[in-house]
Structures are given as structure tokens and as C-alpha cells.
């Protein structure tokens, strides 16, 4: 080994090896092309060498994926992606230490023995306030977890008996569709909205779970329009896409809460479909409800994307053409 290049061994006991490496080795060639280091496993350690600068900023990185492993929880290359990413101006990578922000926001969901666990600062700052306020309104584009961390939250609530129930509403806006047009009765019309609540549920729930709990009423997935008149007591109510709520349906929904409640709001200000954009709530509620004791807004953007990597770079484009063009 030449005098400039180091070797690192972390220890991986305990932790799965396929997932560790990735299909074909991915996950370890991945690392190794994005921190210029050479990675192997080599027994129950997790070899780094290389420069000494490169393996400093690897090793941070290995412990987090490695974390990963050992909860048994499947991830791929954008996780890798992910953690090397987090590097800051220090070369450090922000890591879940024990006893750390992003740990004690874990979420265990015992059921699917998954563990969620926020991917950025940005979402550890999301959970606390939910976990800290009767309503949260989260605002951020596409990708940033805000329906996702909200339905993991009042699963884990629902869990803990700490609510009898779980609502989930959308306004049922049409973005470019005309409603009427599709096939079926109000309920089979109105379900494509709502499909995304489903397929949040059952990525944290196992599907007879769910059946169970949306047949005896524990978990309620309904269009907006349908809280008019009721009082949610005792439940974790959650309104997805909010930026589609006139300030009349906000009110409505804001009113409804009833005593040991938590409410959830999340929306995107870009992704506004109403005919009249400077009518939606979710602006009005920004405005008016901040700094109301009880009440958090919490903020994600481009950094908190966790899908795809081109999605953060899709967003990035869309605000530097919407900044552009705001300045002619």
C-alpha cells in the first residue's frame, strides 16, 4: 500500500449482507465512485481505502447505509447517493447517532417491521413538530415526504393508542381532467384522487391490516367535501394536497377538530389547480395562523426530495425559470 493511501475497517456485524452490497454490488461500487475510495467486504468489516481526505468522507456514509443493513430495511443506490450527498462544508456526513434529532424522530412500524426514518434535517424538523403540535402545515414540492412522514406519523399514533382513528382527505380537484368524464359512480370517481393515501398506507401497513381497519372505519379515506358537519374527535386527521382547498373548504376543515386531535396539512404552493390560484387556503393559512401557539408550519424544499435524484434537479430548474421570469 503506497505511504498516501489509508484503510478504514467498520465493522458490519449484525447487518445484511446482501442488502449491505446491493444487487450485483451496486451499493458498494456506488460508494466507491462517489468518494474516490476502494470498498470491500472483507469478513464482518466494511473495508475503505484510499486517500486520506476520500476516506474520511466515506466513512460516515458506510455507517449510514450499514445502519440501514442492520435494520434489515432494502435500499438502493440513491440511499447512497443520499448519504454521501449530506456531506457538509467540513466533510462530515450528518449521520443518526444514537440519541441524535433524526433518531429520536425514527418511527418503528411493528406491523410491516419497517422503520421510517427522516432523510434529511429538513424532515427530522417535520416529525418533531408533528409530534409537538395539535396542527402542522407542512409546505414543500413534490418528493419531500410530506404525505408519506404525515400517514407513518398517525400510523404510529394509531399504533400507540394514543388515537381511535386515522382520516385521510383530498380535495378532489381535477388538474387537467374533467371528473365527470370518468366512468364509475361518486366513489369510483372520486378514488384516483385518494390512491396516492392508499399506497401510503399500505407501504407501512400489511394489506389484510388495511382492509380491516378501512372496513370497521379505524382508518377513513375520503374526499374533503365529505368532513362538512362533523366533529373529529380522537383521530389523526390528515388533508393531502391542501394548496386545492378554497379558503371557504379550509376554514370548513379547520373547525373540525375535536378534542385529542392532531391535524396534519400538506401542500404544494407551485401545484395549484384552482380556476382562481389566490384562492386557495393553504395561502391563506400561511398567512393568518402563524404563530399561533399549538400551530407549526414546517418548510421542506429541494433538499428534502427523496425520490429520484433528477426529480431535486426538476424542481431546482422549474424555480430558476420561475425566478427568471418573475425578474422580466
Not at 180 to 191: A, I, N, S, Y
Not at 234 to 242: G, P, R, S
Amino acid at each position: 500500500m503506497e505511504n498516501n493511501t489509508v484503510q478504514h475497517r467498520l465493522p458490519i456485524e449484525g447487518a445484511d449482507y446482501q442488502i449491505l452490497a446491493g444487487v450485483n454490488d451496486a451499493n458498494l461500487l456506488e460508494l466507491a465512485r462517489l468518494t474516490a475510495c476502494r470498498v470491500i467486504m472483507r469478513g464482518d468489516h466494511l473495508v475503505l481505502s484510499g486517500a486520506l481526505a476520500d476516506v474520511e468522507r466515506a466513512i460516515p456514509a458506510a455507517r449510514r447505509i450499514v445502519d440501514l443493513a442492520r435494520l434489515g430495511m432494502n435500499f438502493g443506490v440513491e440511499e447512497v447517493r443520499r448519504a454521501v450527498a449530506d456531506t457538509g462544508l467540513n466533510g462530515a456526513v450528518e449521520v443518526v447517532e444514537p440519541g441524535s434529532r433524526v433518531e429520536e424522530t425514527r418511527i418503528f412500524l411493528n406491523g410491516s417491521r419497517r422503520v421510517i426514518t427522516p432523510k434529511s434535517p429538513g424532515q427530522a424538523a417535520y416529525l418533531e413538530a408533528i409530534a409537538k403540535n395539535e396542527i402542522v402545515i407542512a409546505i414543500g414540492p413534490a418528493g419531500t415526504g410530506k404525505t408519506y412522514l404525515a400517514v407513518a406519523s398517525a400510523v404510529d399514533a394509531l399504533r400507540k393508542n394514543r388515537v381511535k382513528r386515522i382520516i385521510l382527505a383530498r380535495p378532489a380537484v381535477e388538474a387537467g381532467e374533467n371528473l365527470g368524464f370518468l366512468p364509475g359512480d361518486l366513489q369510483e370517481k372520486v378514488d384516483p384522487y385518494l390512491r396516492p393515501l392508499y399506497d401510503a398506507l399500505e407501504d407501512m401497513m400489511p394489506a389484510d391490516w388495511v382492509r380491516r381497519a378501512l372496513e370497521s372505519r379505524t382508518i377513513e379515506i375520503a374526499p374533503l367535501a365529505y368532513m362538512r358537519g362533523r366533529t373529529l374527535a380522537d383521530a389523526f386527521v390528515i388533508l393531502d394536497e391542501a394548496q386545492n382547498a378554497t379558503s371557504a373548504q379550509m376554514k370548513m376543515f379547520l373547525t373540525r377538530l375535536g378534542l385529542n386531535s392532531r391535524t396534519v396539512i400538506t401542500g404544494d404552493k407551485t401545484q395549484i389547480d384552482l380556476p382562481r390560484p389566490q384562492e386557495s387556503g393553504l395561502l391563506q393559512v400561511e398567512r393568518i395562523l402563524s404563530g399561533i401557539d399549538g400551530i407549526a408550519i414546517a418548510y421542506l424544499d429541494a433538499v428534502d426530495v427523496v425520490r429520484h435524484r433528477l426529480v431535486k434537479d426538476i424542481i431546482e430548474a422549474y424555480n430558476a425559470d420561475e425566478a427568471e421570469q418573475s425578474e422580466q
